[in-house]
């Protein structure tokens, strides 16, 4: 396990690795359509610890290096997110009745791992679309709300489950992005107010009732699975984005 002391070292490792995979990825072709040989990068960690920041980072800077050459891009981020289960599944609840969306069985897993077992092969896949407001993936089924997503050469998956064992046998490498709770809980409350919403008091509600304990007892344990330890308790220089 190589281990970062802050966000910035353990981007430029991987950015420096995986700008040298890309290349050599886009000189080996398999498939019917003879596309690149995919690689698949896990990013998991606690909510708001930073997986989504390192993942979209990580993307768009490595686009950015192949941007002559390949203009339509070489690396994408399957957020895990966006394979929450909907309304017509069984839901979990916490004991005050909140969606409980911080356990393992709300995430489609294995629809996630078909999903990228077809993107190893060089398929494109629709990928599903979650509406955090309505709890649900409003049309999947009919795929006029889903994303076309394109067997990049890296394709990066993360979320708080990205370390699950039916994905592990799918990577090339496994990060864990670590930061500590005080710091995470303050960065939830301002992204939930933020992007969904949500008003500060249901924001601690849940951090306490499923967030921590959850994290605690699902997502934290699979630190040791990591390839890449990263830790992020200090605020990002604009230099990063």
């Keep these: 396990m190589k281990i970062f002391t802050n966000m910035q070292e353990g981007f430029n490792s991987?950015?420096?690795k995986y700008k040298q995979q890309v290349y050599?990825?886009?000189?080996?072709w398999v498939g019917e359509?003879?596309?690149?040989?995919?690689?698949?990068?896990?990013?998991?960690?606690?909510?708001?610890?930073?997986?989504?920041t390192l993942a979209n980072t990580l993307v768009k800077k490595i686009n950015r290096e192949f941007q002559e050459t390949c203009p339509t891009g070489v690396a994408g981020v399957i957020g895990l997110d966006n394979y929450y289960k909907d309304?017509?599944?069984?839901?979990?609840?916490?004991?005050?009745?909140?969606?409980?969306h911080d356990h393992p069985e709300m995430i489609d897993v294995e629809l996630l791992a078909r999903h990228l077992l077809q993107l190893k092969s060089g398929a494109r896949v629709e990928m599903p679309v979650?509406?955090?407001?309505?709890?649900?993936?409003?049309?999947?089924?009919?795929?006029?709300?889903?994303?076309e997503f394109e067997p990049y050469p890296l394709i990066m998956v993360e979320g708080l489950?990205?370390?699950?064992?039916?994905?592990?046998?799918l990577a090339s490498d496994k990060v864990f992005v670590y930061s500590d709770e005080e710091i995470s809980k303050q960065r939830r409350i301002n992204r939930d107010k933020k992007e969904r919403g949500k008003s500060k008091d249901l924001s601690i509600k849940k951090w306490y009732h499923s967030v921590l304990p959850m994290y605690k007892e699902h997502v934290f344990p699979r630190i040791v699975d990591s390839d890449y330890l990263i830790f992020n308790n200090e605020e990002l220089s604009e230099d990063f984005f």
Excluded at 43 to 48: K, R
């Design 130 to 147: 979650y509406n955090f407001g309505d709890n649900d993936r409003p049309g999947y089924r009919e795929s006029n709300l889903s994303l």
């Design 33 to 52: 359509d003879n596309r690149p040989k995919v690689d698949i990068l896990l990013i998991g960690g606690g909510s708001a610890s930073g997986t989504t």
């Design 14 to 16: 991987l950015f420096s």
């Design 87 to 100: 309304r017509d599944e069984s839901f979990l609840h916490t004991p005050d009745h909140l969606i409980n």
């Design 24 to 28: 050599q990825n886009t000189n080996i």
């Design 161 to 169: 489950f990205a370390l699950d064992d039916r994905l592990q046998k």
